[in-house]
C-alpha cells in the first residue's frame, strides 16, 4: 500500500444550506485509489452569514475583500472546532470555499474563504482556491468534481450531483466530461424560503401540485440549455435569466411551480443522458441534496430510458461528496498530479491546481 492520506475537506455550495465538513482518508493500492469519509457534518449558515454569502455578487471590492478575510477566518474556526471536538489530525485542510464570482467568459472566478486566514485560524496547512488556474488557461473552472468520477467512481457510467444546480459527468470516447446540465435545487428553495421552510422535504410540496405548462415550455428555451458542452453556470444565471421567469408566476399556487420546476429539472437531466449511449444497462449515481427528494427521484425515473439504472448510496456519500472530492483533490495537489481535467472544462491544458498555505 502506498502513502495514505488523512484530509478535512470543506465545501459550500450554490444551495447556502450550510458549510460541508468531511474527514477523509484516501490510500492508493497499486493503480486504484481508494477512499473513506470517517465523519461529516454540515454546519449551518446563520442569518448574517447567509446574506452575506448570497449578496456577496453586488458587494463593492473592498466590501468583497473584508468578506473573504472574514469568511476565510470563519472556515478555519469551524475546522478547528469539528478536529478538536472529534479529536481527529489531519495532514492538511482542503477547502473549496464558497463561490461568489463564475463568469469564466470573462475570465472571471471567485471563491471566498482567504486561504491564509484558514490556515493560521485552524493552524493546520490548508489547500484551497481550485478554480482559478483553470480560469486563466480559458477553461470554464467547473465542473471539478469529474476528477474525483475518474479516479474512485469509474464503476457508474454517469455520476450526477444535484446540488443548487445539476451536473453531471461521464467517460466518453476514453476521455472524461462534464458539464453544468442546469437548475436543480435552486429555485426549488428559492420558491420555499417565503413559506418560512429551507427546503421541500422529500419534494411532498412539489408532489402535490401540477404542470404549468407555459412555465414549463418557457424553462426548457432559455438558451442556456442550447449550449454545447463544456459549460458551466451559476448564480448569476439564476438571478438573470430564471427568476424573471419565476416572478410572472407568483400569483400561482407555489406547489404547482415547484411540480414544474422538477419536471423541467428532470427533463434537462434526461436529455443531458440521453446524448450519450443509452442503448445498453447503464448506472446513474446521484449524489448531492437533490438526491434526498424522493420525489424527484422518483419523477426522474419516468424521462428516463428503462435501460438506465439509479443507483442512490449511503447518505454519508450523498451528502459529503463533493466535500471528499476536493479533499481528494489536494491530494492530487499534494502529489504533484493533474487534478483539473481540460476534457471535462474545456481549458488548454489540465491542471494541477490549487494554493497551499503552509502552517509554520
Known sequence: MEQSYSVLGLMSGTSLDGLDIAHCEFWRHKTKWNFKINKGVTIAYDTVLQEQLKNAIHLSEEEHQHLHLTYGKWLGAQAKEFLDNEKLTVDFIASHGHTSHHRPSEGLTFQLGDGAELTKTAQISCINDFRTLDVSKNGQGAPLVP??????????????????????SLEHNNKRIAFDIGLANMPLNYLVVPLGLSYDKDGKLAESGKLIEPLFNSLNKLPYYQKKHPKSTGIEWFKSDVIPLLENYKTNKVENVLHTIVQHNNYQIA?????FDTSRPTRLLITGGGALN??????????LPNTVEIVLPDKTLIDFKEAMVFAFMGVLRQQGAINILASVTGADSDSC???????K
Not at 474525483?148 to 454517469?158: P, Q, V
Not at 436529455?271 to 446524448?275: F, L, P, S, V, W
Open 147 to 168: 476528477i474525483g468520477d475518474a479516479l474512485l467512481f469509474s464503476d457508474y457510467d454517469f455520476c450526477l450531483n444535484l446540488g443548487g444546480i445539476s451536473n453531471i
Open 271 to 275: 436529455n443531458a443522458i440521453k446524448q
Open 294 to 303: 424522493a420525489f424527484a427521484i422518483k419523477n426522474l425515473k419516468t424521462h
Open 353 to 359: 491546481a490549487g494554493k497551499i498555505h503552509t502552517f
